[in-house]
RNA sequence: GCGGACGUCGCAUAGCCUGGUAUCGCGCCGGAUUUGAAAUCCGGUGGUAAUUUACCGCGGGAGUUCAAAUCUCUCCGUCCGCGCCA
């Protein structure tokens, strides 16, 4: 959510933003139009409480006295200024309600970096890593590899489940083990705190860090407690300080967090989406930061460095991509998307998105730091460092062999107990 | 799950019984003093607005009342004890 002085004072700030995103400017029309009429009322409605504040205050002294019909007098006048108040008030609630039902639909200003474009067609290369790897054999794919492995059972997840959850099996699940471990002690050797955060969230909390639509599309809502799991650590991790003013000699607050993520997925169908590239269920190790705005954009590179330096010790194949506006979405003002190297398709797909939220988040949760003219929002990034079924995805094609067997990316070997190479299961 | 206590500005706390202007302290910010720091002193430190002022605000919602932090109901949360439990 945009602060509601960006309306009020730099409107054409919002303007220009609309414009490089291709979308008419009614929203903000609206927004600032329902923000006049809700000052003029809410100030009448101030005034007149004023009036009965004034009023009230003679009854103390009244009743003290014993003066009923000064008594009567005063209450007959507060009476009738109570009724202008109840709906003056009414009013101006309504106003406010709807002035912010529509500016929470207003997306973040775009950074001036980000190129513009309708969609993922639009997004431009940042820059390239890793070689390419050369196959004397056709690569298979991961789903292939899973399979003639059994490393992942869809079928049986499927009877006890539903379709999109798995098992992962032997060796392919001793890698995600030492990938979690390996990210972890990594982004928390650079100086981020490690948290493991809560899985599931209330209502309330959920609506400052997603869109309202995620609601119905992405999160599982569990019942009879009205909570909703967690679509990746991000939520709860920067929710953590919700509601806080937070001293600013504390700041940067820099998180690495490791959760389960669900996601429901709903409309997700396709060819390209089998396998575990696409599941209900998958691990995720996350870069949070809580920053002073003068910082965000350098950390924000920041977060991009500890992913390429990440993803180059695993030695694989990825560029780097700078989404452009049509792909953005609302709350993010800049993204980097990570997309990995799949040999086996032959294609580049996402596996990390870096974003800086600036204070779009921390407007809608009140997340605040203190300033010397009074508490200012902060501003919130978050980064995937991995997300582990997408690696396993990547690692699996980029570094198989001609039987079928992957080879262990060499900084994972010592937490794989010096296993080099994952063997098949037997069942 | 049962019983009890409690929820007040960043933290901590008074006010609640007996309804009528939000208390004291810590921390933080600014200023004075100082070579610098500490100590000390002064001021500020919830939100909104049309900002010398006004209105709102004591976990959320509702009610009683001319008037609610204060009384009533309800929901949420925290702590303590008991029970259950990886």
Same mark, same amino acid.
């Given at each position: 959510?945009?602060?509601?002085?960006?309306?009020?004072?730099?409107?054409?700030?919002?303007?220009?933003?609309?414009?490089?995103?291709?979308?008419?400017?009614?929203?903000?029309?609206?927004?600032?139009?329902?923000?006049?009429?809700?000052?003029?009322?809410?100030?009448?409605?101030?005034?007149?409480?004023?009036?009965?504040?004034?009023?009230?205050?003679?009854?103390?002294?009244?009743?003290?006295?014993?003066?009923?019909?000064?008594?009567?007098?005063?209450?007959?006048?507060?009476?009738?200024?109570?009724?202008?108040?109840?709906?003056?008030?009414?009013?101006?609630?309504?106003?406010?309600?709807?002035?912010?039902?529509?500016?929470?639909?207003?997306?973040?200003?775009?950074?001036?970096?980000?190129?513009?474009?309708?969609? *993922?067609?639009?997004?431009?290369?940042?820059? $390239?890593? &890793?070689?390419? @790897?050369? #196959?004397?054999?056709?690569?298979?794919? /991961?789903?292939?590899?899973?399979?003639?492995?059994?490393?992942?059972?869809?079928?049986?997840?499927?009877?006890?489940?539903?379709?999109?959850?798995?098992?992962?099996?032997?060796?392919?699940?001793?890698?995600?083990?030492?990938?979690?471990?390996?990210?972890?002690?990594?982004?928390?050797?650079?100086?981020?705190?490690?948290?493991?955060?809560?899985?599931?969230?209330?209502?309330?909390?959920?609506?400052?860090?997603?869109?309202?639509?995620?609601?119905?599309?992405?999160?599982?809502?569990?019942?009879?407690?009205?909570?909703?799991?967690?679509?990746?650590?991000?939520?709860?991790?920067?929710?953590?300080?919700?509601?806080?003013?937070? *001293?600013?000699?504390?700041?940067?607050?820099? $998180?690495? &967090?490791?959760? @389960?993520? #669900?996601?429901?997925?709903?409309?997700? /169908?396709?060819?390209?989406?089998?396998?575990?590239?696409?599941?209900?269920?998958?691990?995720?190790?996350?870069?949070?930061?809580?920053?002073?705005?003068?910082?965000?954009?350098?950390?924000?590179?920041?977060?991009?460095?500890?992913?390429?330096?990440?993803?180059?010790?695993?030695?694989?194949?990825?560029?780097?991509?700078?989404?452009?506006?049509?792909?953005?979405?609302?709350?993010?003002?800049?993204?980097?998307?990570?997309?990995?190297?799949?040999?086996?398709?032959?294609?580049?797909?996402?596996?990390?998105?870096?974003?800086?939220?600036?204070?779009?988040?921390?407007?809608?949760?009140?997340?605040?730091?203190?300033?010397?003219?009074?508490?200012?929002?902060?501003?919130?990034?978050?980064?995937?460092?991995?997300?582990?079924?997408?690696?396993?995805?990547?690692?699996?094609?980029?570094?198989?062999?001609?039987?079928?067997?992957?080879?262990?990316?060499?900084?994972?070997?010592?937490?794989?107990?010096?296993?080099?190479?994952?063997?098949?299961?037997?069942?």
């Amino acid at each position: 959510m945009l602060d509601i002085r960006m309306f009020r004072d730099h409107a054409d700030v919002i303007r220009a933003d609309y414009d490089k995103r291709g979308i008419p400017h009614d929203s903000i029309d609206a927004v600032i139009s329902l923000d006049e009429a809700w000052r003029k009322s809410q100030y009448d409605a101030d005034q007149l409480r004023r009036k009965r504040n004034e009023a009230a205050r003679g009854i103390a002294a009244a009743k003290k006295a014993g003066d009923e019909e000064a008594f009567a007098l005063i209450k007959s006048e507060v009476d009738s200024i109570a009724s202008e108040i109840e709906k003056l008030g009414v009013k101006a609630e309504q106003l406010q309600t709807e002035r912010d039902a529509i500016r929470m639909s207003v997306p973040n200003i775009l950074h001036e970096s980000v190129p513009a474009g309708n969609d *993922e067609e639009g997004n431009t290369q940042h820059s $390239m890593h &890793g070689m390419k @790897p050369e #196959f004397s054999f056709d690569p298979r794919t /991961h789903n292939e590899l899973i399979e003639m492995n059994k490393w992942v059972d869809l079928p049986r997840a499927a009877k006890v489940a539903g379709s999109r959850f798995y098992f992962l099996k032997g060796d392919l699940a001793r890698l995600d083990l030492a990938l979690q471990q390996y990210a972890v002690d990594f982004i928390n050797s650079k100086g981020y705190t490690f948290v493991q955060p809560p899985a599931m969230m209330n209502r309330h909390a959920y609506e400052g860090v997603t869109d309202l639509g995620d609601f119905e599309s992405v999160m599982y809502n569990v019942q009879p407690d009205g909570l909703y799991t967690i679509a990746t650590s991000e939520h709860p991790l920067t929710a953590m300080f919700m509601d806080e003013v937070i *001293e600013p000699s504390l700041l940067p607050i820099k $998180m690495v &967090g490791v959760s @389960p993520c #669900f996601r429901r997925e709903v409309g997700a /169908h396709g060819q390209g989406d089998k396998g575990i590239w696409r599941v209900h269920q998958f691990t995720k190790i996350e870069q949070i930061i809580i920053s002073h705005p003068d910082d965000s954009w350098d950390f924000h590179e920041e977060l991009l460095t500890n992913c390429v330096e990440l993803w180059n010790n695993l030695g694989l194949h990825y560029e780097v991509v700078n989404i452009c506006t049509g792909d953005m979405g609302t709350v993010a003002a800049k993204k980097y998307d990570l997309e990995a190297w799949l040999p086996g398709r032959g294609e580049y797909k996402e596996v990390v998105s870096c974003s800086n939220c600036t204070d779009y988040q921390a407007n809608r949760l009140r997340m605040r730091y203190r300033t010397p003219d009074g508490n200012s929002a902060v501003h919130t990034l978050n980064s995937t460092a991995v997300a582990t079924s997408r690696a396993l995805v990547a690692i699996m094609e980029q570094y198989q062999l001609e039987d079928g067997r992957v080879q262990v990316p060499e900084c994972l070997i010592s937490r794989m107990n010096g296993k080099t190479h994952l063997e098949p299961c037997e069942w």
